[in-house]
């Protein structure tokens, strides 16, 4: 099988995923860190390894990817099951570090793929590259803290809350914001001049902010000191918020206003779920305050954020995943199908993920 037939398979699993956990973190019976890795590790993690292994050759003007990029998507979905069959058994220690060795190994193999790319490429670099690194190297180091867990027991929690900030900002949020100024205008079918100036200069504040939030959510330090801990993760908060921001404002200066109450396209539920990662972050840091709980503000990222980003994303890109080469009818109306109500969903997804944090 091709790396390019595993987009269509990984992205309903992922969406199948991310929904089943949605309802899981929502239901008061069920383990948060079982729904947790239901979402990220085999939902959201094969498939983001899986897309940038089909946004690479776009972006390095190269051929399409080989056997190379196909078994860093297949090495993280194993590395996910195992995971979340640890989860939902015995919290196996040895098959938790396996899982995480690797999505590791995922993770180190595809980025190296992805330098061998661009250093054969012809012409300037495209910028959204070092934001799939950056998001690559996130992911190494919340994947790292995992097999650190069983040799330092006395900071597993603060191990645990690093793996988890690092995956949820760093990786998918990196991730995220480096392909949305790309597709959303692409989805639209209109130009983003300003696009690739932003990819240059945002990088470094995304990514120290993921890296202040990740580790000043984690400090273990104790209570006398923990104010000095709560700032750093607000002065990344802080940092973070700036770059979503400029991306909104973006946005509203060269598509308009109504973006997000459109009934269909994709487009307002990419919109959607920008939208919700920037209202997670200002929820994230209510909850650094001990002003909400942790379960239901990772069950609104999941919501808010994660589902409309993956079904608005999965919608424009599926026909071309399903029919690689030059665009037709088949193609337009398969999009137009799949995105049928794709703005009042993400609306609703955004809306129903902010009440679910709150509530």
């Known amino acids: 099988m091709s790396s390019l037939a595993l ?11 991310l929904a089943t956990a949605g309802v899981l973190l929502i239901a008061t019976h069920s383990t948060p860190q079982l729904a947790a890795h239901l979402a990220f590790a085999l939902g959201a ?3 983001i390894l899986a897309a940038m292994s089909y946004f690479v050759p776009v972006l390095t003007r190269s051929g399409a990817a080989g056997a190379a990029a196909r078994w860093p998507p297949l090495l993280a979905w194993t590395g996910g099951a195992l995971a979340v069959a640890s989860f939902a058994t015995d919290f196996s220690p040895v098959r938790l570090s396996l899982a995480a060795a690797l999505g590791g190994l995922a993770a180190l193999s595809l980025g190296a793929w992805t330098l061998n790319r661009t250093r054969r490429m012809f012409g300037p670099r495209h910028r959204g590259l070092d934001w799939y690194l950056a998001a690559l190297g996130f992911l190494l180091l919340a994947l790292l803290a995992v097999l650190l867990m069983p040799a330092f027991p006395s900071q597993r929690n603060a191990l645990r809350l690093f793996h988890l900030h690092a995956n949820l900002l760093g990786f998918v949020g990196l991730t995220a914001l480096g392909t949305l100024q790309v597709l959303l205008p692409t989805s639209l079918g209109k130009p983003d001049p300003a696009a690739a100036l932003r990819l240059r200069h945002d990088l470094k504040w995304a990514a120290v902010g993921a890296l202040l939030i990740a580790i000043g959510a984690s400090s273990p330090l104790p209570a006398a000191a923990s104010l ?10 802080a940092f973070y918020v700036a770059v979503v921001l400029r991306l909104l404002r973006a946005w509203h200066a060269a598509f308009g206003r109504d973006l997000l109450l459109q009934l269909h396209g994709a487009a307002p539920s990419l919109m959607a779920a920008t939208l919700g990662l920037l209202g997670m972050l200002a929820l994230g840091a209510a909850h650094g305050a001990d002003w909400l709980p942790a379960r239901p503000a990772i069950a609104g990222f999941v919501i808010a954020f994660l589902l409309p980003l993956v079904s608005g994303a999965a919608a424009h ?8 080469g030059a665009q037709g009818p088949w193609h337009q109306a398969l999009r137009a199908r799949l995105c049928r109500w794709g703005g009042a969903r993400g609306l609703m ?4 993920g902010l009440v679910v944090t709150l509530a």
Not at 7 to 17: E, N, Q, R, T, V
Not at 317 to 324: D, F, K, T
């Open 7 to 17: 987009l269509p398979l990984l992205a309903i699993a992922a969406l199948l995923s």
């Open 45 to 47: 993690m094969p498939l």
């Open 228 to 237: 000095g801990a709560t700032a750093l993760a607000l002065l990344g908060t």
């Open 317 to 324: 890109l599926l026909p071309v995943w399903l029919r690689p």
């Open 349 to 352: 997804l955004l809306l129903v």
